[in-house]
């Protein structure tokens, strides 16, 4: 097994040197915060994964979660997990002090996840999830229940869950059926099923807090009906005692992958003693619900980039030990008299190993060019606040749905560079793949991220939010200038930037003529178009962030890193920007949209 699973130098890179966290750190909500403490408090994490998380990895694996008649059984370590992540306070992380948090930045809670993440992904969503529900009570509870169940919840005694999905429903939530039953003490009776709630059930927590989406008995159909509950597993009662809550799991869904993970198929009220306590207003639930499956979509981002991290590590590792062949001489010959050379001497797998950094750092910095704009916020007023947000709103879609998907590509390729050996479970390989493959499914499918971006953040405010990011593309193009060695790259990007508005163009017709149906028929491919033009755009900002390092001599590193940085950005516009030439002719061709006819579809089909 591979002893290493993240680049710690890349990560503080990335923070220190392109994202600026100094400038993110004088906003005074994180006065109390400076760049040596956020250093610190990575190595205290990479550390605590090393010990508590990465060990564990295989094994939560070959032993998964299962059913029994008391309910889920995950692994035990999975306590020990989340506890520890409690004391050192970093489920709070980015929680306000009045709710035990540490006020950190986004950045900075990114470096940890996605540390933890890489070292053991099935265990973080525990503690992930459970976050992301605390956010939705500090946001939009009361007072009494921000109280009742916020401090266990950051603390890892209490665990938390987001239940959305329905068996009938699926990603269409207008479709729920669950029903919240109005009583005289202001609580509500919950009735109806859950399904692929992750961290839905198991042993290692005193009780689960599930925040829970269900229509109001009486109210509107579709989404505007629907409200959101707080529903714990244990109901606390008035002399503070706990009794079961009537939620119980009655299934666990077995995986190809995330097999650490429980995977909960839920009741609520069967035996009609389910109580659940409204969040917020009523039939607001969908907005509220939002705001954690819009965190949650960066998470998973996250997920996919820490994941592929750990693949690539674990392949690097390999090629630099493993012999094979022999390097080719003049003439294209072979020396047969010579030793093997290590595989990492073959053209073919540098390129494949190139590959995965490639996708890896520049996920990465997309993923922290996101949380940079949501730490600014703090700093930002005004105008400059809202255009911060749009371009979050723009990028959250991208960011959730390359890591995932082109980190997939890198983790089978990966997978090519161990040959056979990695598709045996002697090697970690394997695992990451299947680990990877939910990625594209989880927190709205990339189908789904595909048509929110070109429906609806593409063109939002008549499309302002490209026209911010198009102006952030150009500063960096700007800054590249600078050095020669970089123009031929500063005009791809900026062909690239002209293909974008060239197929708006044309898409739009079709938009304007009320036919969204052609409109977003090809929004996937557009999602892979816009995403490899947007990854570009991070590696061209680290590749002239590393270059002004070299150059001023203002390096926290060795040369041989920064150039590494300049280099990848080279590969990756060689061998990925091209295949935006093949996804435009695409969505340019006038004759695309007639193969996806209903009739014709019809027919080939049957």
Excluded at 572 to 579: A, R, S
Aim: aromatic share 8%; with cysteine; proline share 3%.
């Amino acid at each position: 097994m591979a002893d290493q699973y993240c680049n710690v130098d890349h990560i503080k890179f990335l923070l220190n040197e392109v994202h600026n966290l100094e400038e993110v750190l004088k906003a005074e909500r994180f006065a109390d915060h400076d760049v040596e403490s956020i250093n610190l408090l990575i190595d205290a994490v990479k550390d605590l994964s090393d010990k508590e998380y990465f060990p564990y990895y295989e094994e939560m694996d070959a032993k998964p979660a299962e059913l029994r008649e008391d309910g889920i059984y995950v692994h035990p370590q999975v306590k020990n997990m989340m506890l520890k992540a409690g004391e050192m306070g970093i489920t709070a992380g980015n929680f306000d002090y009045e709710h035990g948090g540490l006020q950190l930045p986004a950045l900075a809670s990114l470096a940890t996840g996605y540390i933890m993440s890489a070292a053991n992904n099935s265990a973080v969503m525990y503690t992930g999830l459970t976050s992301g529900a605390a956010r939705l009570i500090t946001s939009f509870g009361s007072k009494e229940q921000i109280e009742q169940y916020v401090p266990n919840m950051l603390n890892g005694k209490w665990g938390g869950t987001m239940c959305l999905t329905e068996p009938q429903a699926g990603s269409s939530l207008s479709d729920i059926t669950s029903v919240a039953y109005p009583q005289e003490d202001g609580s509500y009776k919950i009735e109806g099923q859950k399904i692929f709630i992750s961290s839905g059930d198991h042993q290692c927590v005193d009780n689960i807090i599930h925040l829970t989406l269900a229509r109001i008995e009486g109210a509107p159909a579709g989404t505007k009906g629907i409200s959101l509950f707080v529903v714990p597993k244990m109901r606390m009662q008035e002399d503070g005692s706990f009794v079961s809550n009537d939620v119980t799991a009655v299934g666990d869904f077995q995986k190809m992958g995330q097999r650490g993970n429980a995977t909960a198929h839920l009741a609520f009220g069967e035996n009609k003693n389910c109580v659940g306590w409204l969040v917020g207003a009523e039939n607001r639930g969908l907005p509220q619900m939002f705001q954690m499956m819009n965190g949650a979509r960066i998470e998973v981002g996250v997920s996919g980039a820490s994941i592929a991290s750990a693949a690539y590590e674990a392949s690097l590792q390999y090629a630099k030990e493993r012999p094979q062949g022999r390097r080719l001489q003049s003439g294209g010959k072979k020396d047969i008299s010579a030793g093997q050379t290590l595989i990492i001497n073959h053209p073919d797998v540098r390129r494949m190993l190139l590959l995965q950094k490639a996708v890896v750092e520049g996920s990465l910095s997309l993923i922290a060019e996101a949380c940079r704009l949501e730490d600014m916020r703090h700093q930002l007023e005004g105008d400059e606040k809202k255009d911060a947000h749009l371009l979050l709103e723009l990028l959250t879609p991208v960011v959730k749905t390359y890591p995932s998907e082109m980190g997939r590509v890198a983790v089978s390729t990966g997978l090519q560079v161990l040959g056979g050996y990695g598709f045996c479970t002697d090697f970690p390989l394997q695992q990451h793949y299947r680990d990877i493959r939910i990625m594209a499914l989880y927190e709205g499918t990339t189908g789904i991220q595909s048509m929110d971006l070109l429906g609806r953040k593409v063109v939002m405010q008549n499309g302002k939010a490209m026209m911010l990011l198009v102006n952030k593309i150009q500063e960096t193009m700007k800054a590249a200038g600078t050095y020669d060695e970089f123009k031929p790259y500063i005009k791809t990007l900026g062909t690239k930037l002209q293909d974008t508005q060239e197929i708006m163009q044309n898409l739009l017709q079709y938009a304007m003529k009320g036919d969204h149906e052609k409109f977003l028929a090809d929004a996937t491919i557009f999602m892979e178009f816009f995403g490899t033009i947007i990854i570009g755009w991070q590696w061209l900002k680290m590749a002239t962030t590393a270059k002004e390092a070299l150059v001023t001599g203002n390096t926290t590193q060795p040369t041989a890193f920064y150039e590494s940085k300049i280099h990848t950005m080279k590969f990756f516009f060689k061998y990925e920007m091209p295949k935006t030439s093949a996804a435009k002719e695409t969505l340019l061709d006038p004759n695309f949209l007639t193969l996806l006819e209903k009739e014709t579809e019809k027919e080939l089909i049957m």
